[in-house]
């Protein structure tokens, strides 16, 4: 069964600081591997999707890596602001055919002025 | 494109009562799926439809908790009696094409 760890579970960092976020997944055979935004009384947002064959991707600040050898993905946030304040989740897909989910706990990340 | 809605927002109830909550996927979503997420926890999968049949429902509690979704597109998860345990954010997501979940803003429910 596939487990999905993050550390830190908890992040505060002063505004301008850059973030990284650590996740790591017991199963290399996933089919994506996807960090995900939460927002107290919000829903979760897709912020970045990595395909099983890709290395990398990147998207205005964010940039994440996936390593499916060591079982490792990163999240990095480059000059973090308040706005980024968020629980963070780490989500790896099976590759089944029916694409089920198996989410990290999550590192809640506070961003200070 | 208007996104997955649940409702309600918020519930509390005392142990032993029962509750009902409602998604409403993105139309065309064939995959509807529900998750409970317990406070510090990552979502769990509870159950998940394609149209209106059971994929997966594995983790489901059944000897308390229900789900379904007769025309194939909004859905209730009931749970009837609830314990203090059942306390959790409850989300419902929908997907075209399994790939990418789109989530809803989900129901808290507080067990007294």
């Known amino acids: 069964k596939q487990e999905v760890t993050q550390i830190p579970a908890a992040l505060s960092v002063p505004e301008g600081e850059n973030l990284v976020l650590n996740c790591s997944f017991t199963?290399?055979?996933?089919?994506?591997l996807q960090w995900f935004r939460q927002d107290p009384g919000k829903g979760l947002t897709s912020l970045l999707l990595i395909q099983s064959s890709q290395r990398e991707q990147t998207s205005g600040r964010l940039n994440a890596s996936l390593d499916k050898s060591s079982g490792r993905s990163t999240l990095y946030i480059a000059a973090s602001q308040p706005g980024d304040s968020a629980t963070y989740l780490c989500?790896?897909?099976?590759?089944?055919?029916?694409?089920?989910?198996?989410f990290g706990a999550g590192t809640q990340v506070v961003v200070t002025p | 494109e208007a996104g997955v809605a649940q409702s309600p927002r918020y519930k509390i109830i005392e142990k032993r009562q029962s509750v009902a909550f409602w998604c409403n996927p993105i139309s065309g979503h064939a995959t509807l799926y529900w998750y409970q997420q317990i406070l510090g926890q990552g979502p769990k999968l509870l159950i998940q439809?394609?149209?209106?049949?059971?994929?997966?429902d594995s983790q489901l509690p059944k000897d308390r908790f229900s789900a379904e979704r007769l025309k194939g597109v909004d859905s209730t998860l009931k749970i009837q009696p609830a314990k203090l345990e059942d306390s959790a954010v409850y989300l419902c997501?929908?997907?075209?094409?399994?790939?990418?979940?789109?989530f809803g803003p989900g129901t808290r429910l507080l067990v007294l």
């Open positions: 989500v790896c897909a099976t590759t089944d055919s029916w694409g089920k989910l198996q």
């Open positions: 439809f394609q149209n209106n049949g059971v994929v997966d």
């Open positions: 199963d290399s055979a996933i089919y994506n």
């Open positions: 997501a929908s997907s075209f094409d399994r790939v990418l979940q789109y």
